[in-house]
């Protein structure tokens, strides 16, 4: 398995900016995806964004255009670039990590970092 730690979270005013990062340890030569969750209270877990290895991303409909995915495979990290954040973007959000191994895929999710936004 792998081992995230999420950092970048805290308070930030609607229409402004924050950024997400995430490392991994462990195996990370098994990790094939990384992205984003997102929970906000009282809702279910939600997709933010991924990235696969080849760079390939995919957003939810809430969030393409303000927020941005990037991954560092070298580094074994990836990181969420927020932009014209929205009180709605409120949320703990969750680094995971897809893994690919010789009898199918195994996920792993960091501890979460709070992120709120003010209006």
């Known amino acids: 398995q792998v081992q995230l730690v999420e950092s970048g979270g805290g308070l930030v005013q609607a229409g402004g900016s924050l950024t997400l990062s995430c490392a991994a340890s462990?195996?990370?030569?098994?990790?094939?995806?990384m992205g984003w969750y997102r929970q906000a209270p009282g809702s279910q877990r939600e997709l933010v964004a991924t990235i696969g290895s080849s760079g390939s991303t995919n957003y939810s409909d809430s969030v393409k255009g303000r927020f941005t995915v990037s991954r560092d495979n070298a580094k074994s990290t990836v990181t969420l670039e927020m932009n014209n954040v929205k009180p709605v973007d409120t949320a703990v959000y969750y680094c995971?990590?897809?893994?690919?191994?010789?009898?199918?895929?195994?996920?792993?999710w960091g501890q979460g970092t709070q992120v709120t936004v003010s209006s």
């Open positions: 462990g195996s990370t030569n098994r990790i094939v995806v």
């Open positions: 995971n990590a897809k893994l690919a191994w010789a009898w199918g895929l195994s996920g792993s």
